[in-house]
T-cell receptor
């Protein structure tokens, strides 16, 4: 079991550029979540998938943000026309969900630190 | 709306001291879940405990213990005989029980930075 993997660990970009992050969840996990964490704050929910379906999006997720999980395995989070306010740690988490039980605990990755200059 | 307040921002203790991290939450839901996560310098959030709103039994796991009091909407975390390796940011989080039965959307507090000095 390799845990939740996120790439890259760090990303520095110039304002206005597009960036894409990748998350590989634990292999048998059907739910995948994206959170954003800014300095000195707790993580904030952005969106989550069950298999390939995106079930919920936070209002924090502006039109410049798009997340996909095309085959129900890895996920990508793209930010278009980045702004300095997008600078944050982007965390991915996964869990195993079934109708027979509630979500079990979330397993988080180490995150991608985005710096927009 | 859900809210989690961790009023303490930074705590510094000497090794072997006991330390309690406070967490107060607000929710209109009658059924919910509470969590504690640890975030070491590596950045990965490590799950510590999940507690159901209908289970007010306190829990002890080694040097860790949790005191859940529904009457005061608090879910405090105590580390007994702290160690340097306990140094990290600790987050309390609140999870809703949605129509789907899941508690996937967590509301986190701002976190408490714990420093344990040798």
């Amino acid at each position: 079991d390799t845990g939740v993997s996120q790439n890259p660990r760090h990303k520095i970009t110039k304002r206005g550029q597009n960036v894409t992050f990748r998350c590989d969840p634990i292999s048998e996990h059907n739910r995948l979540y994206w959170y954003r964490q800014t300095l000195g704050q707790g993580p904030e929910f952005l969106t989550y998938f069950q298999n390939e379906a995106q079930l919920e999006k936070s209002r924090l997720l502006s039109d410049r943000f798009s997340a996909e999980r095309p085959k129900g395995s890895f996920s990508t989070l793209e930010i278009q026309r980045t702004e300095q306010g997008d600078s944050a740690m982007y965390l991915c988490a996964s869990s195993l969900y079934s109708h027979l039980s509630i979500d079990r605990k979330l397993f988080f990755g180490s995150g991608t630190q985005l710096s927009v200059l | 709306a859900q809210k989690v307040t961790q009023a303490q921002t930074e705590i510094s203790v000497v090794e072997k001291e006991d330390v309690t991290l406070d967490c107060v939450y607000e929710t209109r839901d009658t059924t919910y879940y509470l969590f504690w996560y640890k975030q070491p310098p590596s950045g990965e959030l490590v799950f510590l405990i999940r507690r159901n709103s209908f289970d007010e039994q306190n829990e002890i796991s080694g040097r860790y213990s949790w005191n859940f009091q529904k009457s005061t909407s608090s879910f405090n975390f105590t580390i007994t005989a702290s160690q340097v390796v306990d140094s990290a940011v600790y987050f309390c989080a609140l999870g809703a029980v949605l129509v789907t039965g899941a508690n996937s959307k967590l509301t986190f507090g701002k976190g408490i930075t714990l420093s344990v000095r040798p």
